[in-house]
């Protein structure tokens, strides 16, 4: 069960703002702080509430007897709502950031989404279903091309691809290059409708997840771009983030293992692909190409199990790789979460209706 914040007290939610500047904290200490802000409390009442929150999964209690103590919980710094606008005020060099590769993510990022959440997805998931059984084939397969196309064009741009829709649109089904526009750019649009086909026809293959996989996906994806077909071996660095990934082959190796395993345990599809897309952006396991990788082996994971796949078309690039910086620098997925759910409604809303 993912956290969930919208059923706390105000009181409740205090404790959880008096952690977060304190670290941790004895009950005698969360007492004073709190009558500061409500008035008398009783112990018995802020007991009450602690219960509530450790099994919620929000504090964790640490200690014995009269040396116990109180602290949030890695699940709740995961998926605590971080305001973007807020955070990127502050200049890259001088937010308070983790910079190192953190490996105990592995233990801490499950079951991303609230109850509230699934259900508003699985809803909107039986719309889905329910509009590709009553479109034709021949239909349904001119929404894939047209979601391939708008997928294609999106994902390219928020890695700087300056071709439009309609010109991404002409160069995938006429094969025209448009005039203005390095080869490069053509290659790499080309490539992401390649790469979509071969989910589409394997897509079943996808409920189990290996690195071999997405080898395959990122090699289809970079393809006459100049770009290593196997896991880097160079240092990268990220534009506009403090956080640098681990440079170590053999710990790129073992993370992305990690990563293969975590998806595989997994029991919900949204859950699966989120994760997926967050972690492979945050090994950045290749020279180049790892978040488009990300995007088109979470949509992999999305068809494998009925989903609809997301086109990202009216996602802000901006606040896009700020959803992601956000994980590198606070291994928060609140952000890229909320875009995800938006994404998706978006698509389902947007394609495959008769």
Same mark, same amino acid.
């Given at each position: 069960?993912?956290?969930?914040?919208?059923?706390?007290?105000?009181?409740?939610?205090?404790?959880?703002?008096?952690?977060?500047?304190?670290?941790?904290?004895?009950?005698?200490?969360?007492?004073?702080?709190?009558?500061?802000?409500?008035?008398?409390?009783?112990?018995?009442?802020?007991?009450?509430?602690?219960?509530?929150?450790?099994?919620?999964?929000?504090?964790?209690?640490?200690?014995?007897?009269?040396?116990?103590?109180?602290?949030?919980?890695?699940?709740?710094?995961?998926?605590?709502?971080?305001?973007?606008?807020?955070?990127?005020?502050?200049?890259?060099?001088?937010?308070?950031?983790?910079?190192?590769?953190?490996?105990?993510?592995?233990?801490?990022?499950?079951?991303?989404?609230?109850?509230?959440?699934?259900?508003?997805?699985?809803?909107?998931?039986?719309?889905?279903?329910?509009?590709?059984?009553?479109?034709?084939?021949?239909?349904?397969?001119?929404?894939?091309?047209?979601?391939?196309?708008?997928?294609?064009?999106?994902?390219?741009?928020?890695?700087?691809?300056?071709?439009?829709?309609?010109?991404?649109?002409?160069?995938?089904?006429?094969?025209?290059?448009?005039?203005?526009?390095?080869?490069?750019?053509?290659? /790499?649009?080309?490539?992401?409708?390649?790469? *979509?086909? $071969?989910?589409?026809? %394997?897509?079943?293959? &996808? @409920?189990?997840?290996?690195?071999?996989?997405?080898?395959?996906?990122?090699?289809?994806?970079?393809?006459?771009?100049?770009?290593?077909?196997?896991?880097?071996?160079?240092?990268?660095?990220?534009?506009?983030?403090?956080?640098?990934?681990?440079?170590?082959?053999?710990?790129?190796?073992?993370?992305?293992?990690?990563?293969?395993?975590?998806?595989?345990?997994?029991?919900?599809?949204?859950?699966?692909?989120?994760?997926?897309?967050?972690?492979?952006?945050?090994?950045?396991?290749?020279?180049?190409?790892?978040?488009?990788?990300?995007?088109?082996?979470?949509?992999?994971?999305?068809?494998?199990?009925?989903?609809?796949?997301?086109?990202?078309?009216?996602?802000?690039? /901006?606040?896009?790789?700020?959803?992601?910086? *956000?994980? $590198?620098?606070?291994? %928060?997925?609140?952000? &890229? @979460?909320?875009?995800?759910?938006?994404?998706?409604?978006?698509?389902?809303?947007?394609?495959?209706?008769?």
């Amino acid at each position: 069960m993912g956290l969930n914040k919208t059923k706390l007290n105000k009181r409740q939610d205090k404790i959880l703002e008096i952690l977060e500047k304190e670290g941790n904290i004895s009950i005698s200490q969360l007492l004073d702080e709190l009558r500061i802000f409500s008035g008398e409390v009783s112990k018995v009442t802020v007991n009450r509430d602690l219960v509530k929150l450790l099994e919620s999964g929000f504090v964790k209690r640490k200690g014995k007897a009269r040396a116990v103590f109180y602290e949030l919980s890695p699940q709740y710094n995961l998926l605590k709502i971080i305001d973007p606008e807020k955070y990127f005020s502050v200049e890259t060099d001088k937010r308070t950031a983790r910079q190192d590769f953190n490996f105990e993510i592995f233990s801490i990022l499950k079951d991303v989404f609230t109850d509230e959440e699934k259900k508003q997805l699985y809803d909107l998931n039986g719309e889905y279903r329910k509009n590709i059984k009553n479109i034709g084939a021949s239909a349904l397969k001119k929404e894939f091309e047209r979601l391939a196309i708008e997928l294609s064009w999106k994902s390219s741009q928020i890695e700087g691809n300056t071709y439009s829709l309609l010109e991404t649109e002409s160069l995938i089904k006429e094969k025209k290059e448009a005039k203005g526009h390095k080869k490069e750019e053509a290659i /790499m649009l080309l490539n992401h409708k390649k790469a *979509l086909d $071969y989910i589409y026809k %394997n897509k079943n293959s &996808f @409920k189990n997840i290996s690195r071999a996989k997405i080898e395959d996906i990122h090699y289809l994806l970079t393809q006459g771009l100049g770009i290593s077909r196997n896991l880097r071996k160079i240092a990268v660095g990220i534009t506009g983030a403090k956080y640098k990934p681990l440079d170590n082959e053999f710990q790129i190796k073992e993370a992305l293992e990690k990563t293969c395993d975590l998806i595989n345990k997994e029991k919900d599809g949204f859950s699966q692909a989120v994760i997926l897309m967050v972690l492979i952006a945050y090994i950045q396991p290749f020279e180049d190409g790892n978040k488009r990788t990300s995007r088109l082996t979470g949509n992999a994971i999305l068809l494998a199990y009925d989903i609809c796949p997301l086109s990202y078309r009216s996602v802000d690039e /901006m606040e896009y790789k700020k959803a992601v910086i *956000l994980f $590198y620098e606070q291994n %928060n997925v609140s952000y &890229f @979460k909320k875009l995800f759910i938006e994404q998706f409604e978006f698509a389902v809303k947007n394609y495959f209706r008769a």
